[in-house]
């Protein structure tokens, strides 16, 4: 397997503020990042902005500033949710910075030398909401963007293609060769029965009629259209085309890394068509996979700045806390799938997962360890009892599955599986009853042994989970007195790491909620940005 991982959010369009669904995408990179550098994969994440663009331009006139103004303001917006939601991205690229503006002035120039790009005219129905272009097939009788329903506004002008039907016999046959390129696999089938199948136009790749982008050098008055400029960040952030690519020899070009991409559905096609063209067309490889995550929906549809259902972020942190925030976008949605997002669903997997599991094993293991052994953990000696060898195998089971599930983006499943083995940790404190243990001194060694083997499990459990609980894990480990060398994935999975260290009673990590306040809290949250709107 590949000790080398490049994974990739969208770049996000700064038109308004961030809300939970860019959280949602860009915090579920982050918790596959962290999971692979966890196990020592050598990782590279990155996430950014698609500066570029006619909406950006006419959102910048609105306000009576320039398009840069406008980006460098919603930017800092941008960086700042990152931090609070403690993401580890290694580059935040901006189409606007000089290294992606001259990157993709050359490959602009290399398609022309090599006829890969042509200059003719476009006419066509186009979404400024949407940046696209579409036929009158598409956008029917009523003339609205397929995407989005907006109205779409008939336009001609002078314009780049890029030549599409030069390379789309090749991508149908790497779709064929790599059946997990797109992930869900519906998607594939969505591209090419949507598509490619009817007919795949060249592609349109430059724009005259705003200013607000790359331009073509080839063609005064021509700025690099929107997905041309926008997909290559991808690469341009590892250094492609620079002098210091060390980074993109690493992270791109050797055959051993995996390259995972990150996308909502509405930019599917240009990420599964348009994007392994142009890296063909470069002479270079495709991604190892383009997974499309799920939406995070509200009751009256998808989360939108223009419906005023968006939920801002910050306050639900600092109400909560950064990990029972990242925990909720893991557990309580399914990566792949469509989700909802309920107040009462958010405070109730808060109560479930953290309040009554976790921090119910976390408390009951350190209070006994403290009650019976002068707080001093017991040495690991071997399986006494089925109980002890049940809860043993099912930590070994877990540790395989995590990886498994991980290594297949099935990240909700893969964070379940802990769950289920704190879930029978719990149980096992039942069974084992270490209060009656206790009570009779010939069953000593079977207190011993419950104790070592629950301070194991709530050692590796904190271990799995620490790509979620990026604070709690090390409090966690506090409680246990996990000295910080023993901090590791592989000496979490060894039972008997932890013997001879002294637990330490520490504050409650995970307070159970009061959910009719905590409900009122979220629901007040969410009508505020409705309220905004109206006004």
């Not at 399986?383 to 290594?407: F, G, M, P, R, W």
Request: aromatic share 12%.
């Amino acid at each position: 397997m590949s000790k080398k991982f490049y994974i990739t959010t969208p770049i996000y369009y700064p038109s308004a503020s961030p809300h939970l669904g860019h959280a949602y995408c860009t915090t579920m990179c982050d918790i596959i990042a962290r999971g692979k550098r966890l196990r020592g994969f050598e990782t590279f994440f990155l996430t950014g902005l698609d500066e570029h663009g006619e909406k950006i331009q006419k959102n910048a006139e609105a306000k009576g500033i320039s398009p840069q103004e406008f980006v460098d303001e919603v930017a800092l917006k941008f960086t700042n949710l990152w931090e609070t939601l403690k993401i580890s991205n290694d580059d935040f690229i901006r189409t606007t910075e000089p290294r992606h503006y001259e990157t993709v002035q050359k490959i602009f120039s290399d398609f022309v030398a090599k006829d890969d790009v042509y200059l003719s005219s476009y006419k066509g129905w186009y979404c400024v909401h949407e940046e696209s272009f579409w036929t009158e097939t598409q956008v029917g009788e009523e003339h609205v963007c397929p995407d989005c329903g907006r109205p779409v506004e008939l336009k001609e002008e002078p314009a780049y293609f890029f030549r599409c039907s030069k390379y789309v016999d090749g991508l149908v046959k790497y779709y064929d060769e790599n059946p997990k390129f797109i992930t869900p696999e519906g998607r594939k089938a969505e591209m090419i029965n949507n598509f490619i199948k009817p007919g795949l136009n060249d592609l349109c790749v430059s724009r005259t009629t705003f200013s607000w982008g790359i331009p073509v050098k080839e063609s005064e008055g021509h700025v690099v259209y929107v997905w041309l400029d926008a997909l290559t960040n991808y690469i341009t952030a590892l250094g492609y085309g620079q002098e210091n690519n060390e980074n993109f020899k690493k992270f791109w070009l050797d055959e051993d890394c995996e390259i995972v991409h990150v996308i909502g559905a509405d930019i599917t096609r240009f990420h599964t068509i348009y994007w392994p063209m142009f890296l063909k067309a470069l002479d270079l490889r495709q991604p190892s996979r383009v997974f499309v995550h799920g939406l995070m929906m509200m009751k009256d549809g998808k989360m939108s700045k223009s419906k005023g259902n968006v939920i801002p972020v910050p306050p639900l942190v600092e109400r909560f806390g950064v990990d029972a925030v990242r925990l909720y976008l893991c557990r309580e949605i399914v990566f792949g799938q469509d989700g909802q997002f309920t107040p009462e669903q958010f405070v109730e997997r808060l109560n479930a997962d953290l309040a009554n599991n976790l921090g119910n094993l976390l408390n009951r293991t350190v209070s006994m360890i403290n009650k019976y052994f002068d707080g001093i953990i017991p040495s690991f000696k071997a399986d006494l009892n089925d109980l002890d060898k049940n809860i043993h195998e099912l930590a070994e089971k877990t540790v395989k599955s995590y990886e498994y599930l991980n290594d297949e983006l099935k990240v909700t499943e893969a964070y379940a599986s802990v769950f289920d083995l704190v879930s029978a940790a719990n149980k096992y404190i039942e069974d084992s009853a270490p209060w009656a243990l206790a009570k009779d001194p010939e069953k000593k060694e079977l207190l011993e042994s419950c104790m070592a083997h629950l301070a194991a499990v709530i050692y590796l459990a904190g271990t799995l989970l620490s790509p979620i609980l990026v604070t709690k894990s090390e409090k966690i480990f506090d409680q246990l007195g996990v000295t910080p060398e023993l901090r590791n994935y592989e000496d979490a999975q060894r039972f008997g790491a932890l013997d001879g260290l002294k637990v330490v009673k520490g504050e409650q990590l995970f307070p159970r909620l009061d959910a009719t306040v905590e409900i009122e809290y979220i629901k007040q949250l969410m009508a505020a940005p409705k309220e905004k709107a109206a006004a």
